[in-house]
T-cell receptor, first 111, second 111 residues
């Protein structure tokens, strides 16, 4: 079983729709959680950190369920520019805080 | 504040040659991570350096090596290049237990 699992997609979504990504992680000792965005042939960039109480940044909402070892990212009113691969990332004390990366979910927003 | 920088941007080598890739972290960051990303695939962790020492290594052969200098910059060396080493090599830096910030990458092509 992979340490961090994501649906690879692609998710084909019409512009303006709401889309949700899910991610599960295997290590219950995971302590920090992030969503990164990677555009084609570019480096990953931090989208948002994920806090236990959930957090929102504009059209983006992140949720964390520690009991189920699950996190999610919701994008509302999707834009063409949201097309990218979204990477789920966790780190744990066990790995000396090294980040463990999911393989990413590809999102394609269609006009 | 300057971000993570990498050089060269592109590198073309032939099979059997050696490649050297360089990375300068964000000022104040002591940890440097190296990743390999082949076309269409996810990030594969290569090496982690912190305070001048190798802290962890991914599942790559010994011909992938590196080092971190006293100013925290880092070098990745790939010896005896093979065609399948062609990929985007990403460097990321981190301070303490926080998120990683990536450089733009070096695109290595092995002919």
């Amino acid at each position: 079983r992979k340490e961090v699992e994501q649906d690879p997609g692609p998710f084909n979504v019409p512009e303006g729709a709401t889309v949700a990504f899910n991610c599960t992680y295997s290590n219950s000792a995971s302590q920090s959680f992030f969503w990164y965005r990677q555009d084609c042939r570019k480096e990953p960039k931090l989208l948002m950190s994920v806090y236990s109480s959930g957090n929102e940044d504009g059209r983006f909402t992140a949720q964390l369920n520690r009991a189920s070892q699950y996190m999610s990212l919701l994008i509302r009113d999707s834009k063409l520019s949201d097309s990218a691969t979204y990477l789920c990332v966790v780190n744990t004390l066990d790995s000396n805080y090294q980040l463990i990366w999911g393989a990413g979910t590809k999102l394609i927003i269609k006009p | 504040e300057a971000g993570v920088t990498q050089s060269p941007t592109h590198l073309i080598k032939t099979r059997g040659q050696q490649a050297t890739l360089r990375c300068s972290p964000i000022s104040g960051h002591t940890s440097v991570y190296w990743y390999q990303q082949a076309l269409g695939l996810g990030l594969q962790f290569l090496l982690w350096y912190d305070e001048g020492e190798e802290r962890n290594r991914g599942n790559f052969p010994p011909r992938f090596s590196g080092r971190q200098f006293p100013n925290y910059s880092s070098e990745l060396n790939v010896n005896a290049l093979e065609l399948e080493d062609s990929a985007l090599y990403l460097c990321a830096s981190r301070q303490d237990r926080h998120e990683q910030f990536f450089g733009p990458g070096t695109r290595l092509t092995v002919l």
